[in-house]
């Protein structure tokens, strides 16, 4: 490509040059081939510039050093001309190189700096997320260990509780972490299969009944619900995510309600709740990692939720309801519902 | 059945000590393998009623564990799994393991898990009968009745739920109820599965959707819980 520009700024300069031969001494035509030799520089490496210095060189003494139409030099200062013009040609390339090289070293040094910016987040994040359970933790267990008989009852049942449910706490956001490296590595693969999402969202309910006691869960589900093919592990994770969020994020008593809709091509899944309503803000950034980060999330719960939905090919986003409250909703694509058995076909059943 | 012997096939001697303390606190006799081979072993030598196998061994497989245990003794068998070993905990349940507890748990829940596995292994369900609820269902008549009201079952819903109710309080995986129900060129066809078991939810349980029975383990199969 280099080369093909190398010999089309020759002819140019060739045709500039013989249009201004009539009126301008010959030592100014060879400047027009000057300036096509940097004009190539700043653009190409070195091979296009030497290629164009040279087929400029035999332009400008063919067609205008003397004798004319010959590649014969009768002038030796001439020779001067064609080494400035080689020479300028390779230090315009060089420089060009130079700066080209620098920006691309600055462009890398900035990716390196965005990916250390999230990484060092993520462990900022992280750590102070972990720090303080482990805090509570070595605290209470160091107070049951070496002073425990000094105690009484409650007080030790006490701080064992902590322990216990700090313990699980830690242990679920390290899995969460590890859950979304897997998710942004591909580590991951779909186990598909054909799932029911009024049973999935049964069992997130029944897993996290002790979570979201103080609410009020109202389960809005169709009768019909066609089959979905997913991962139900997946899903369920998913579920679970945006129940809890919105638990942790409404105050005791408030109404969360989980819906899902048949909308012909897609399986539209909902949780709403009655709570404070999200902050003003882009509703899509708070699916990014981090943004989310408050009380008790390191806020890579809406992160997972969107990698999951994503993978299967549906779509998650957040609204706001109108009056007060947020509705997050996810949609999962739905496929040629699978053949049943023959009793179920047979009407047997019912 | 207090005194029952618990083989415990675990790596990670922590973990073993406060199993250990556990399982002991509440009468078991413990016997200790700290991998594979030893576990293998152990469970010839000492017998014992219940084996809890961890998946990940440093020798071999958990999995493995399971099977050649499985060789000569129908004990019942939990399986500790990590929850990144979704699928060798399916794999264990197919290979013979009762049951699973996936870490970290709570120790309430695995006591439980294996106080229903021993009672299960001293009285296995007659397969007559069986109460869910306000529910009772007589297997060997074919009959079902709700609140004294005869509720009709299919005969694939009795094969399914017969399935569930021999292993009660246990769970099942998707493909050994396919294979029981439905035969073995139907193994993978979880989606009659989600069909029949909602169709039994609708008859036996008063919220289908948040069942107290019928209990799903997602991904994995189905638990058929007949007291609340």
Not at chain 1, 19 to 27: I, K, M, P
Not at chain 1, 34 to 46: D, E, G, S
Not at chain 1, 88 to 98: D, K, N, Q
Request: hydrophobic share 45%; charged share 25%; glycine share 8%.
């Amino acid at each position: 490509m280099g080369y093909a520009w190398a010999a089309g700024a020759t002819v140019a300069a060739t045709l500039v040059a013989l249009g201004l031969d009539a009126y301008f001494h010959v030592v100014n035509v060879a400047l027009v081939y000057l300036l096509a030799v940097v004009l190539v520089a700043l653009r190409w490496p070195r091979g296009p510039v030497i290629t164009v210095a040279v087929l400029n060189v035999a332009a400008f003494n063919y067609f205008f050093v003397p004798p004319r139409g010959t590649f014969h030099v009768d002038d030796p200062q001439y020779l001067l001309t064609f080494a400035m013009m080689l020479g300028v040609g390779l230090i315009v390339s060089g420089l060009t190189e130079r700066v080209r090289a620098r920006a691309r070293a600055q462009a890398a040094l900035e990716i390196e700096a965005e990916t250390e910016r999230i990484r060092s987040a993520l462990l900022a994040s992280i750590s102070h997320d972990l720090r303080t359970p482990l805090a509570v933790i070595t605290g209470a267990a160091s107070t049951l260990a070496e002073r425990g008989e000094r105690l009484s009852a409650e007080e030790r049942a006490a701080l064992a509780q902590s322990v216990f449910h700090q313990a699980r706490d830690v242990s679920e956001l390290v899995t969460k972490v590890l859950q979304m490296t897997r998710l942004e590595t591909g580590a991951i693969r779909l186990e598909q299969d054909w799932g029911s999402l009024p049973e999935i969202a049964g069992a997130v309910l029944r897993r996290l009944k002790p979570r979201l006691a103080e609410h009020l869960m109202m389960v809005d589900l169709p009768d019909e619900l066609p089959l979905v093919r997913v991962d139900a592990s997946l899903i369920e994770q998913v579920l679970g995510n945006l129940l809890e969020n919105a638990a942790r994020h409404t105050p005791p008593r408030t109404l969360i309600r989980l819906k899902a809709q048949n909308q012909g091509t897609h399986l539209v899944v909902a949780v709403e709740d009655f709570g404070p309503g999200l902050p003003e803000g882009d509703l899509e950034r708070i699916f990014d990692k981090f943004r989310h980060r408050n009380a008790g999330g390191v806020g890579l719960g809406l992160a997972i939720c969107r990698a999951i939905v994503l993978l299967h090919g549906g779509r998650i986003w957040a609204e706001r309801l109108p009056g007060v409250g947020t509705a997050f909703r996810f949609s999962l694509p739905l496929e040629t519902p699978p053949a049943m058995p023959a009793e179920a076909l047979a009407g047997d059943v019912k | 059945m207090t005194h029952a012997t618990i083989l415990l096939v675990e790596d990670e001697p922590e973990i073993r000590q406060f199993l250990c303390s556990s399982l002991g606190a509440e009468g078991y006799r413990v016997v200790e393998s700290p991998n594979g081979r030893r576990g293998t072993l152990d469970a010839g030598m000492h017998k014992p009623d219940l084996a809890i196998v961890d998946l990940g061994l440093p020798d071999f497989d958990g999995v493995e564990v399971i099977r050649r245990i499985r060789e000569w003794s129908p004990m019942p068998i939990l399986v500790l799994s990590a929850r990144i070993q979704e699928r060798s905990k399916i794999e264990a349940l197919d290979a013979g393991a009762d049951d699973y507890v996936t870490k970290p748990f709570g120790v309430g829940e695995l006591l439980a898990r294996v106080r229903v596995a021993l009672r299960h292994a001293a009285q296995p369900p007659s397969g007559k009968e069986l109460f869910l609820g306000d529910a009772r269902i007589n297997f060997e008549r074919r009959q079902a009745e709700r609140n004294g009201t005869p509720v009709h079952l299919t005969p694939t819903e009795f094969r399914l739920l017969a399935c569930l109710a021999k292993h009660l309080g246990m769970v099942v995986t998707h493909r050994q109820l396919l294979t029981e129900v439905w035969g073995p060129t139907h193994a993978g066809d979880t989606h009659y599965l989600r069909v029949y078991l909602k169709q039994l939810r609708e008859k036996f349980e008063a919220d289908p959707v948040q069942p107290k029975h019928l209990l799903t383990e997602t991904g994995v199969g189905y638990r058929l819980v007949a007291d609340d």
